[in-house]
């Protein structure tokens, strides 16, 4: 699978690790109009990739991201046309923003929808869109130095590429969401941790990297099929009832479970064994 070549990302796979860095740490790795277009197309190449067994997402520089980059925004939608023009359709101007919003969380989106575990480390600056990201994510690592800001409201705007939508059901604490987007309050990488929006916590960028890059390895050893599965049948369940995951997972595993993944990796498992496993 061909990554690239990419202005805002780094991207490096080895041992079944793909390694998705961003790479602007000049501007703080803010999200320009590039970003979110190769976040898109990384992403999408990366759910075909079948050599991939797990994504871990981390940042160059001294910030995870600033957020969005304020400079490379287009020309404000509500300001008036040039004398002599036709007054803006405001119907017409809502639906192609509305069309740009959806587009631009695709972006996202197709985090989200790898069938592969992604971790993701943050450190330093989380701001924003910084949030949204990790949200995305299946594991959260950061270091102590990494603070957080829904900075959404400070520049006008209802945050809206997921962290509404997501951290929510990510914390299970309402209230603490409602108060930390309502006031774009600064909150530190520990009381992320205390509400259950880090997994993990780590002294240094370094030490969260190479914990995640470890983990990533011991998932990317076992069944992948068994993997994929697993964050297949969580997905759902977070948005569907009990009832509708059982019966998912069974249909599901009515399939799976003839691959020879299960024999294998039972075989391995009493015998004691690292075995391998074909890709998917």
Not at 17 to 43: D, G, S
Not at 230 to 257: C, I, P
Request: glycine share 6%.
């Amino acid at each position: 699978m061909q990554y690239g070549p990419y202005e805002t990302l780094r991207v490096t796979k080895e041992d079944g690790i793909l390694h998705v860095e961003l790479n602007r740490p000049q501007k703080l790795n803010a999200m320009n109009r590039r970003f979110w277009q190769e976040t898109r197309e990384c992403f999408s190449a990366a759910a075909e990739d079948t050599e991939a067994r797990a994504i871990v997402i981390s940042a160059q520089g001294r910030a995870f991201s600033s957020g969005l980059d304020l400079s490379d925004m287009a020309p404000p939608a509500s300001e008036e046309p040039a004398s002599g023009k036709p007054k803006r359709d405001a119907g017409r101007l809502a639906y192609r923003i509305r069309r740009e919003v959806l587009h631009t969380q695709e972006s996202f989106n197709a985090i989200e929808a790898c069938p592969q575990p992604v971790i993701v480390v943050g450190h330093g600056a989380v701001v924003g869109g910084g949030i949204d990201l990790m949200c995305t994510c299946c594991i959260r690592y950061a270091s102590r130095d990494a603070w957080f800001t829904i900075k959404e409201v400070d520049i006008g705007l209802a945050a809206d590429v997921g962290t509404l939508q997501r951290l929510p059901k990510i914390i299970g604490n309402e209230g603490a969401v409602r108060e930390l987007a309502y006031t774009a309050r600064k909150f530190t990488a520990e009381e992320a941790l205390a509400l259950g929006f880090l997994t993990r916590l780590f002294d240094t960028r370094d030490q969260a990297l190479a914990a995640a890059m470890s983990l990533a390895k011991e998932i990317a050893q076992k069944p992948p099929l068994a993997v994929v599965g697993t964050k297949r049948m969580l997905d759902f369940t977070r948005n569907h009832s009990v009832q509708d995951g059982l019966e998912y997972v069974a249909t599901w595993n009515g399939a799976m479970m003839q691959s020879p993944d299960l024999a294998t990796a039972a075989a391995a498992s009493l015998l004691k064994k690292t075995v391998s496993f074909s890709k998917l």
